[in-house]
Structures are given as C-alpha cells and as structure tokens.
C-alpha cells in the first residue's frame, strides 16, 4: 500500500488539490480501463470539490458514481448524501442517469436496502468482489468514517460489501471496510480543527482501531492518500 499525507495551506487549497488529484484519477482509469468507478463522501467537506468537478470537462459517460454511505433518508431529505452529490455536481452536467448509483433507503428496512446496494455493485461491476478506482471519504471528529462509527458492529463485517451502520442509533447504509481496503485509491478529505484530535489518534503508530476507525482503512493493494487543511493538520509533522 502506497500511503501519502499533505497538509494544504486552507480549505479551499485542500479542494484545490483533490480536484487537481481527482481529475488525474479519473482520467488516468478511463485510459487505462475505460471507465471509472468512483464512490462519493458524505458530510459538507466534498461539497465545493462537486461543484468544482461540475465544471471540468470529463468523459462523463465513462464515469459511474456510487456513494460510500448514505444516511437512511429519502433522497429529498436535506440530510441526504446522494442530495447534496447531485445538487453540486450530478445534474450540472451530462450524466447518464445509468451511471449514477444511489444507495437505496426506500425499503423501511435498512437491512434489505444494505442488500439491495450490495447486488447493485456486483451486477454494475459485474463481480462479487468489486475494486473501486477511487473512493472519496471524510473523517468525523469522533474518527468515524463512512458510517463505519466507533464501536459500532458494521466495524466487523468481514464478508459483506455493504452493511448497516448506526450513528447514535439512527442507522446508515455504509461500504464495510474490505470494500473500502479493496480500492485502487482512497482519498481521505479532512478539514477543520475539530478533526485534530482523531487524526492524532488515526495516524499514531498505535490507537484503538475500534474507537477511530478510520485506522482501519488501508488498501491493501492500492494507494491511500489523506489530504489536509491546515486546521486540521497542523501538528502533524509530514515525512519529508
Ligand atoms: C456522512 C459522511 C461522513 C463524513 C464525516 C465528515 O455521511 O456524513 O460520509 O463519514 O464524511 O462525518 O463530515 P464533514 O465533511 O461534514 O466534516
């Protein structure tokens, strides 16, 4: 695993770069596989980097998105990941709506839309270990990710793709972690003061995985990026 750590002089550095690393990633798998499957963050951090890809010029039908969790709303629901996703960038520009896979909250049955969502990346990848090009996730202030909360039994699902999570007993639909460690490139986008203290704990040598589970994504076979504002990162020291 290729692991890599930058701390970005502001917020808007920070999406600046993601778009810029992004963008490359994107179009290097379209050269080199045809397409690209890419799977979105939640939360307000990715916002801006949406609206910023709204306006770059990429092969859009070569692109499918799918979202690494989805809070367990419908997808008007201004709580809504999928919501906020296609407002900044999905509808801006000219998607087939075959490419875009939003993760299904409508079957009052988290258990069966997690189900429903795993089917739906094996058919779309057309395996049942699918190896995503590039999967975009944020970091809470608790050292969450995705839905994968600390404590939390999705931490331990080993042989699912998709799962329930549980945020303060709401549930969530959410990639398990070998979905995520199966990945080609995973980018952690993290902005604010309020994630120092669970970066900390994520980038020590040792931590309770379990408490921060962040620490739990690592791609085996691929590349894990984390890009910081300096809010966020600010004390960490980077290998030069
Ligand atoms: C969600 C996200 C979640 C998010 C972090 C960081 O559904 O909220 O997937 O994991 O990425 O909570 O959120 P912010 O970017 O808002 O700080």
Redesign the pocket.
Known sequence: MKKSLEVLSSKEALIAKALTIVTQRIEAAVQERGGCAIAL???????PLYAALSQQNLPWSKIHIF?????YVDPDNLQS?QKMAVEAWLNQVDFPKANIHPIPTAAENPVLDASAYEEELQRAFGTEQPRFDLIL?????DG?????FPHTEALKVGDRLVTVGNKDGEP?I?FTVPLINNARSVIF????A??RQALDQILAPTADAMTYPARLVQPHAGELLMLLDEAAGAEIAVAS
């Open positions: 963050a939640g939360g307000s951090t990715p916002k979202w690494g969790d989805e809070r990941n996730l944020g970091i809470g202030s969450h990710t995705a839905s994968l969530r959410t986008l993290v902005a604010g309020d994630k």
